[in-house]
Nanobody
Framework: QVHLVESGGGLVQAGGSLRLSCAFS????????MGWFRQAPGKEREFVAA????????YYADSVKGRFTISRDNAKNTVFLQMNDLKPEDTAVHYC???????????????????WGQGTQVTVSS
């Protein structure tokens, strides 16, 4: 069982930055890949970014490449999502998730992830 708690969401103007944090706990949790997903009102949940258990591999949705950076600090049991140059279309509830993807392709699939946090709201005003 892995427990996840997100923080760091809020309201920011377009072009601004936010850093989301996800504190994780549980047996063997540092071995899990961690992903960030988001869901806007009336839309399906979509992949944002993911990082392998070691932190050595990272994956991004095309819509956030060059603007967002995912990282993890296993000594502090925390995953981060640094979001720069935010746009109104980034407005959504952002979720942290933990899973064990077997291939690189599966890092972006929500079905890969077994554990989810409660989500944190990110709102970007124009």
């Amino acid at each position: 069982q892995v427990h996840l708690v997100e923080s760091g969401g809020g309201l920011v103007q377009a072009g601004g930055s936010l850093r989301l944090s996800c504190a994780f706990s549980g047996r063997n949790s540092i071995t899990y890949a961690m992903g960030w997903f988001r869901q806007a009102p009336g839309k399906e949940r979509e992949f944002v970014a993911a990082v392998s258990g070691s932190g050595g591999s990272t994956y991004y949705a095309d819509s956030v490449k060059g603007r967002f950076t995912i990282s993890r600090d296993n000594a502090k049991n925390t995953v981060f999502l640094q979001m720069n140059d935010l746009k109104p279309e980034d407005t959504a509830v952002h979720y942290c998730a933990a899973g064990l993807p077997r291939t690189a392709r599966l890092y972006s699939a929500s079905g890969t992830y077994d554990y989810w946090g409660q989500g944190t709201q990110v709102t970007v005003s124009s």
